[in-house]
C-alpha cells in the first residue's frame, strides 16, 4: 500500500509541477504586472487607467452578447431539426458543422471581405441589377456577423448533444397527456436543454468578448473592443502594465458572468456538457 | 407532417450555406486569373504554383507540423498520466483544486491565456538576463498548457466508465501494478486517450491567438504567417492554401465517415446474425 502511494506521487508530480508554472505562475505574473510599473515599483496607475475604457468594456459585452444571442436563435431550431433527421444524415452535418472550426479562422474571416466588401460578391450581384453598392464592410453588423459566423458552431454541438440525448417517450409521454406542441417545447424540451445552451453560451460570449482579429478585417479597425486595445498594449503600444491591467479586469468579469450562468444552472457533474 | 420536415430541411440547408459560404468564395478566387480577391478574371492555377515555391509558407507550414506533433505527443503522454493520478486522488480537496486549475486555460480568454505566458516569459527573460525568450521553446510550452485540460478530460470520463475490478484482478493474479495498468487499464481508456491526442493535434495546428503572444521571429507558423500576410492586402495564394487545406481535411472526413458507417453496419449484422 505504501508502494502504490508513492507511485500515485510520481504520477501526480509532473503535472502538478506543470499547472504551477504554466497555469498558476503566469495568472500571477499578470498581477504582478498590473500593479507595477515599467521600473518594477509599485503602482495603482494602471488600475486607476481602467476607468478611460470603461465604455470600451460594456461596448464589448454588448457586442457579445448580440452575437451570443443570434447564435442561440439560429442554433437551437437548427440543433431541434437536426436530432430528428436519420442517423447518417445526422452524422455527416455534425461532421459538416465541425469542419469549419478546423480551418484557418484568419482566412475565413478574410473571405467575408471578398463577399461584403464595395465591389465583394454581394455588391457585384447587386449590381447586376442596377442597385447601388451597399456599404457593408466596417459597420457593427459585419462584426456581429464575424463573431456569429466564427462561433456558431461552439452553439450548435453542445444544444445538439443534449438534443440527441433527449428521450423520446418524455415528449411523447408528454403529448400523450394532451401537451401541444409549442406547449411541450416550452415544457419539455427547453428545460431539458438548459445544460447545452449554458455550455453554448459560455463558449461563444467568451471568444466574442475578447476578440480583435475580427473587429480589426470586418471592422475596418474603427470599432475597438477590448481585445483590441489589450493587443495594442502588447504588440504596438509596448505597455505590459497597462495591457496586464485590462486582462485582469477582463478575465474577472468573464468568471462572474460564468458565476452568474453557473448559478441558473444545477451544478453538474465537474465538466460539465462538453462538445 | 412531411411539410414540416420539409421546412427544418430548408432551415438545416440555409445554415449550412451560411457556413459554407466563405468556404466557396475562398475557393473560386484561389483559382483566380488576376490578384484581386475581389474581382474574377479568368481561371488559372499560378496561385497554386506560387504557393508551392514560397518558401516562408511552406516553412511555416513545417513548423506548424512539427509544433502539432511535439506538442500533441508531450501532452498526451502528461494528460492521461495526469488523469490517472486525478481519478486515483483520495484526497477530496486536493483533487477538486487540481480539477479547478486543469478548468483555468478552458475558461480563461485565449488572449488572456496568451498574455499571462508572454508575461511569464518576458519576466522569466529579464530574470535570466536573456533578450529573446520567445522562440520554439515557448510556443511549445504554452501549446501543450492549452492542450492538457482536452487530454484529462476526455480520458476522465473513460477511466470512470472502466471497471476497477479487472485491475484489482491483474494483481491479485501476480501482475505488478505497472504491469496490470498496461494490461488491464490502458486498453479500456485507450479511445479517450487517441480522442484527446487528435484534439490536441487538431487544436495546436489551428491556434492563432495563443500563438501570436508566444511566438519568436525564428520560430513562424502558418496561421501566425497568415495574419502577417493577412494585414497587407491578401492575394489569392492565401484562398488556394486554405482550399488545399479544406480539401485534406474533407476527405479525411468523408473516409472517417465512411469507416465509421461501415462498422456500424458490421455490427448491426453480427447482432441480427446472432439473434
Known amino acids: 500500500m505504501k508502494n502504490s502511494s508513492v507511485i500515485q506521487k510520481l504520477i501526480n508530480a509532473p503535472y502538478i509541477l506543470w499547472s504551477v508554472l504554466f497555469v498558476i505562475a503566469p495568472l500571477i505574473m499578470v498581477i504582478y504586472y498590473a500593479f507595477t510599473d515599467r521600473t518594477g515599483a509599485f503602482t495603482l496607475d494602471n488600475v486607476k487607467s481602467i476607468g478611460d475604457y470603461l465604455s470600451t468594456f460594456i461596448l464589448s459585452v454588448g457586442y457579445g452578447a448580440v452575437a451570443t444571442l443570434i447564435c442561440l436563435i439560429i442554433a437551437y431550431p437548427f440543433a431541434y431539426f437536426l436530432a430528428h433527421t436519420g442517423a447518417s444524415f445526422q452524422r455527416m452535418s455534425v461532421m459538416l458543422v465541425m469542419l469549419p472550426m478546423w480551418m484557418s479562422f484568419l482566412i475565413r474571416t478574410y473571405s467575408w471581405m471578398t463577399i461584403l466588401g464595395d465591389s465583394g460578391v454581394i455588391n457585384s450581384f447587386l449590381g447586376r441589377f442596377g442597385i447601388e453598392p451597399l456599404s457593408m464592410l466596417n459597420t457593427p453588423g459585419a462584426v456581429i456577423l464575424g463573431m456569429v459566423y466564427n462561433f456558431l458552431p461552439y452553439m450548435i454541438l453542445p444544444i445538439y448533444t443534449v438534443m440527441a440525448k433527449m428521450d423520446g417517450s418524455l415528449i411523447e409521454a408528454a403529448q400523450d397527456l394532451g401537451c401541444g406542441k409549442l406547449h411541450c417545447v416550452k415544457k419539455v424540451i427547453l428545460p431539458l436543454s438548459v445544460p447545452g445552451i449554458v455550455s453554448g453560451i459560455t463558449m461563444v460570449f467568451v471568444p466574442s468578448v475578447s476578440t480583435f482579429y475580427i473587429t480589426q478585417k470586418l471592422g475596418g479597425g474603427q470599432i475597438n473592443l477590448i481585445g483590441d486595445v489589450i493587443e495594442g498594449q502588447f504588440q504596438t503600444a509596448n505597455n505590459y502594465n497597462l495591457g496586464a491591467a485590462l486582462s485582469l479586469l477582463l478575465m474577472v468579469m468573464i468568471l462572474i458572468c460564468l458565476g452568474v450562468l453557473g448559478y441558473f444552472t444545477d451544478s453538474e457533474d465537474e465538466g460539465g456538457v462538453l462538445i | ?275
Open chain 2, 1 to 275: 407532417m412531411t411539410k414540416t420536415s420539409a421546412l427544418s430541411k430548408l432551415y438545416i440547408a440555409l445554415v449550412f450555406i451560411f457556413l459554407y459560404a466563405p468556404m466557396a468564395v475562398m475557393t473560386v478566387f484561389s483559382f483566380n486569373g488576376s490578384d484581386s480577391t475581389y474581382i474574377m478574371d479568368g481561371v488559372s492555377l499560378q496561385w497554386y504554383q506560387r504557393l508551392f515555391n514560397d518558401s516562408m509558407t511552406m516553412n511555416a507550414l513545417k513548423n506548424t507540423v512539427i509544433l502539432a506533433v511535439v506538442s500533441a505527443l508531450i501532452s498526451t503522454l502528461l494528460g492521461s498520466a495526469a488523469a490517472v493520478g486525478i481519478y486515483n486522488m483520495k484526497n477530496k480537496y486536493l483533487k477538486s483544486s487540481v480539477m479547478t486549475v486543469t478548468n483555468i486555460p478552458m475558461m480563461n480568454p485565449e488572449i488572456v491565456t496568451g498574455i499571462s505566458m508572454m508575461l511569464l516569459f518576458v519576466f522569466a527573460g529579464v530574470m535570466l538576463n536573456r533578450k529573446n525568450v520567445l522562440g520554439f521553446a515557448t510556443i511549445l510550452i504554452a501549446h501543450i498548457t492549452f492542450q492538457l485540460p482536452y487530454v484529462i478530460l476526455s480520458v476522465l470520463p473513460k477511466l470512470r466508465q472502466s471497471d476497477p475490478s479487472v485491475f484489482e484482478a491483474a494483481q491479485d493474479l501476480g501482475c505488478h501494478p505497472a504491469k496490470a495498468f498496461f494490461k488491464a487499464v490502458l486498453p479500456q481508456i485507450r479511445s479517450g486517450i487517441v480522442a484527446g491526442a487528435i484534439m490536441a493535434f487538431t487544436l495546436s495546428l489551428d491556434d492563432f491567438i495563443i500563438s501570436y503572444f508566444t511566438n519568436g521571429p525564428d520560430f513562424q507558423t502558418l496561421p501566425i504567417h497568415i495574419f502577417s500576410m493577412t494585414k497587407k492586402r491578401v492575394k489569392p495564394d492565401m484562398y488556394a492554401l486554405s482550399t488545399l487545406i479544406f480539401a485534406v481535411i474533407f476527405i479525411l472526413l468523408v473516409l472517417m465517415n465512411i469507416a465509421q458507417s461501415k462498422s456500424d453496419q458490421k455490427q448491426r449484422k453480427q447482432r441480427e446474425e446472432r439473434v
